[in-house]
């Protein structure tokens, strides 16, 4: 197992990171080391284990649908770093 | 003795003998802060008017006898909890500006016992790190030595208790952010069940992991914080639904009835010496008390750190995937159109610990990787478990190093996060087990470095663990001794 850089530039690109070239080569390097570490995992037969994906097993937590009250609009918009009226401004999605 | 050596529980009960104010307190606490936040870096932000505020409103309250162990007691929390009004950073330069609009319950819980905030401490980059070197805001400092690391990712949280900046804190610990850095810096931390405390409106790192808890001067302390922030929480569909006992009640009932498990896996050879002779010294110390040893096996521990690596990191890439620049938080001023805005305010907002996990787990759970790397660590998460449930069923607690070594230097294993992310070896097993462990100060090195142990409890049985410290406590001075700062 080798993470090459086409490697890292993926997976930057699906995690909306652009790195330098400094980055890609260090992350390389780390990332080779640390999957081929975490990889020891395989030695072990996990043949039929179910995956735990919470340490507290538990069902859906259900509340009654009540109508209750909640942050206002000029809160919520707080933070926004752009804002027009009530709704937060991106960038131009469509051309 | 001055004020801000005082515990907790004794600077309660001065308030409550009409000897101190709170607003003297805080006041001393603040002058401790500011004297000191140079050399240490433990707050990121100090919220002096508003603490003052707090402390008359608090002495009002104990002059008319209205008072809780909590009222008017001078503290802080990590700058990871949501504080209304307050900013609040998580340690990274893309919430430098953040000004959350509600509180994280734990913090409410506090506040409406009459506790004093006196700011927001100092952590690693959204609590990633082990160090507290990947701050936005520069590495906090170790009391005890400032040219060590205080632990991480609660390194500020524990650097302000060692420090006598405040009474207590509050931190998080993922895998092992709490206790660590308690060990490393001489003062009691503990981390509760998976579901014992809220984590509404601690901003997640990994939610299957994450859980809120105190640090503190001695064991007692840690009770009262622990039993003021704990319980079900509506706003937090994973808190669990059982009753929270009065962890004070039950602190001095001894370690007679007793068992306590020595996992063989945990004392491997090449441990440090220093660590080992803390680890013999609390053996014995155990033993003269009327414990009851046993070696026990936890056979899948040497897949903890790989599996906690896996499940974390796919978590936080999840997690951290809100941080696009779209309602709140950095956003890029260099960017063309959406998909350029939010990757250019990602890049410029988080630090290399932040980009790393992020991209480690994107890569687990990428097509083509996910059942190799995600879901087969799930698989080996149930095995750890189980190892735990076996153990359980053989011993009452377990006693085992906090870190495999004594606060290491600062910039020593920042170029190689393999070897960091090692130093966690002894604690994230309790995260992926999901149960509860406490760190209590057990001895120093020979270059007066703290050294503690951990003692493992059963889901839900921090009372045990509790008592265990609070035994200990009495028979030894480790938690007395103060840095010289």
Same mark, same amino acid.
């Given at each position: 197992?080798?993470?090459?850089?086409?490697?890292?530039?993926?997976?930057? #690109?699906?995690? #909306?990171?652009?790195?330098?070239?400094?980055?890609?080569?260090? &992350?390389?390097?780390? +990332?080779?080391?640390?999957?081929?570490?975490?990889?020891?995992? #395989?030695?072990?037969?996990?043949?039929?284990?179910?995956?735990?994906?919470?340490?507290?097993? +538990?069902?859906?937590? &259900? #509340?009654?649908?009540?109508?209750?009250?909640?942050?206002?609009?000029?809160?919520?918009?707080?933070?926004?770093?752009?804002?027009?009226?009530? &709704?937060?401004?991106?960038?131009?999605?469509?051309? | 003795?001055?004020?801000?050596?005082?515990?907790?529980?004794?600077?309660?009960?001065?308030?409550?003998?009409?000897?101190?104010?709170?607003?003297?307190? !805080?006041?001393?606490?603040?002058?401790?802060?500011?004297?000191?936040?140079?050399?240490?870096?433990?707050?990121?932000?100090?919220?002096?008017?508003?603490?003052?505020?707090?402390?008359?409103?608090?002495?009002?309250?104990?002059?008319?006898?209205?008072?809780?162990?909590? !009222?008017?007691?001078?503290?802080?929390?990590?700058?990871?909890?949501?504080?209304?009004?307050?900013?609040?950073?998580?340690?990274?330069?893309?919430?430098? =500006?953040?000004?959350?609009?509600?509180?994280?319950?734990?913090?409410?819980?506090?506040?409406?016992?009459?506790?004093?905030?006196?700011?927001?401490?100092? *952590?690693?980059?959204?609590?990633?790190?082990?160090?507290?070197?990947?701050?936005?805001?520069?590495?906090?400092?170790?009391?005890?030595?400032?040219?060590?690391?205080?632990?991480?990712?609660? $390194?500020?949280?524990?650097?302000?208790?060692?420090?006598?900046?405040?009474?207590?804190?509050?931190?998080?610990?993922?895998?092992?952010?709490?206790?660590?850095?308690?060990?490393?810096?001489?003062?009691?931390?503990?981390?509760?069940? @998976? $579901?014992?405390?809220?984590?509404?409106?601690?901003?997640?790192?990994?939610?299957?992991?994450?859980?809120?808890?105190?640090?503190?001067?001695?064991?007692?302390?840690?009770?009262?914080?622990?039993?003021?922030?704990?319980?079900?929480?509506? %706003?937090?569909?994973?808190?669990?639904?059982?009753?929270?006992?009065?962890?004070?009640?039950?602190?001095?009932?001894?370690?007679?009835?007793?068992?306590?498990?020595?996992?063989?896996?945990?004392?491997?050879? $090449?441990?440090?010496?220093?660590?080992?002779?803390?680890?013999?010294?609390?053996?014995? !110390?155990?033993?003269?008390?009327?414990?009851?040893?046993?070696?026990?096996?936890?056979?899948?521990?040497?897949?903890?750190?790989?599996? @906690?690596?896996?499940?974390?990191?796919?978590?936080?890439?999840? =997690?951290?995937?809100?941080?696009?620049?779209?309602?709140?938080?950095?956003?890029?001023?260099?960017?063309? $159109?959406?998909?350029?805005?939010?990757?250019?305010?990602?890049?410029?907002?988080?630090?290399?610990?932040?980009?790393?996990?992020?991209?480690?787990?994107?890569?687990?759970?990428?097509?083509?990787?996910?059942?190799? @790397?995600?879901?087969?660590? *799930?698989?080996?998460?149930?095995?750890?478990?189980?190892?735990?449930? %076996?153990?359980?069923?053989?011993?009452?607690?377990?006693?085992?190093?906090?870190?495999?070594?004594?606060?290491?230097?600062?910039?020593?294993?920042?170029?190689?996060?393999?070897?960091?992310?090692?130093?966690?070896?002894? !604690?994230?097993?309790?995260?992926?087990?999901?149960?509860?462990?406490?760190?209590?100060?057990?001895?120093?090195?020979?270059?007066?470095?703290?050294?503690?142990?951990?003692?493992?409890?059963?889901?839900?049985?921090?009372?045990?663990?509790?008592?265990?410290? @609070?035994?200990?406590?009495?028979?030894?001075?480790?938690?007395?001794?103060?840095?010289?700062?």
């Amino acid at each position: 197992m080798k993470i090459t850089l086409a490697d890292v530039e993926h997976v930057a #690109r699906l995690a #909306r990171l652009e790195l330098t070239d400094g980055e890609k080569n260090l &992350f390389a390097g780390q +990332m080779d080391a640390i999957i081929g570490y975490v990889e020891k995992i #395989r030695e072990l037969d996990t043949e039929g284990v179910i995956p735990t994906s919470h340490a507290v097993p +538990m069902e859906n937590a &259900f #509340r009654e649908d009540v109508v209750r009250s909640s942050i206002g609009v000029e809160q919520a918009l707080g933070n926004a770093p752009q804002r027009v009226d009530t &709704f937060y401004k991106v960038p131009k999605v469509i051309e | 003795m001055n004020i801000f050596d005082l515990t907790l529980h004794a600077l309660h009960h001065a308030f409550k003998e009409k000897q101190i104010s709170s607003v003297e307190a !805080t006041g001393a606490m603040l002058a401790r802060v500011n004297a000191l936040n140079l050399q240490i870096n433990s707050f990121i932000t100090v919220t002096a008017d508003q603490a003052m505020a707090s402390a008359e409103a608090a002495d009002r309250h104990i002059a008319s006898g209205n008072m809780n162990p909590l !009222t008017g007691i001078p503290l802080a929390i990590k700058d990871i909890f949501l504080t209304e009004g307050i900013r609040t950073t998580c340690g990274s330069r893309i919430l430098s =500006n953040f000004v959350p609009p509600y509180s994280a319950t734990s913090w409410e819980k506090l506040r409406e016992r009459g506790a004093v905030l006196l700011g927001k401490l100092n *952590q690693d980059e959204f609590a990633m790190g082990s160090s507290n070197e990947s701050s936005a805001f520069g590495p906090c400092r170790n009391p005890w030595d400032t040219t060590r690391i205080p632990g991480g990712s609660s $390194g500020g949280s524990a650097a302000a208790v060692a420090a006598r900046q405040v009474t207590a804190a509050l931190g998080t610990d993922t895998g092992g952010s709490i206790r660590q850095p308690a060990s490393h810096c001489g003062c009691v931390g503990l981390k509760p069940t @998976y $579901g014992r405390v809220s984590r509404y409106g601690v901003i997640a790192y990994a939610s299957s992991l994450d859980q809120v808890g105190p640090l503190t001067r001695d064991v007692t302390d840690c009770a009262i914080m622990l039993g003021a922030v704990a319980g079900h929480d509506p %706003k937090d569909s994973t808190s669990v639904d059982t009753p929270v006992p009065d962890y004070n009640a039950t602190l001095t009932r001894g370690v007679k009835d007793l068992k306590i498990g020595l996992p063989k896996e945990y004392l491997i050879s $090449g441990l440090d010496p220093e660590v080992q002779k803390t680890m013999d010294a609390a053996i014995e !110390t155990f033993r003269r008390l009327g414990a009851e040893f046993v070696e026990i096996s936890l056979p899948h521990t040497d897949y903890a750190v790989a599996t @906690y690596y896996l499940i974390a990191t796919a978590e936080a890439s999840s =997690n951290l995937a809100r941080y696009d620049g779209v309602r709140f938080g950095h956003r890029s001023e260099q960017a063309e $159109g959406l998909i350029d805005m939010m990757t250019k305010t990602r890049s410029e907002g988080f630090g290399a610990e932040v980009k790393r996990r992020i991209m480690l787990g994107t890569y687990a759970l990428s097509s083509g990787y996910y059942d190799a @790397y995600y879901v087969k660590a *799930q698989k080996v998460r149930t095995l750890i478990m189980n190892d735990f449930i %076996k153990a359980f069923s053989l011993v009452d607690i377990m006693l085992t190093p906090v870190a495999p070594t004594p606060a290491f230097k600062i910039g020593e294993k920042i170029n190689d996060p393999l070897q960091m992310y090692l130093s966690d070896i002894f !604690t994230i097993p309790v995260n992926l087990a999901g149960t509860c462990a406490i760190s209590i100060p057990a001895g120093f090195s020979a270059s007066g470095l703290p050294v503690g142990v951990q003692l493992i409890g059963r889901p839900f049985d921090e009372e045990t663990i509790l008592r265990a410290g @609070y035994a200990f406590e009495q028979v030894t001075d480790w938690h007395k001794r103060k840095a010289a700062i």
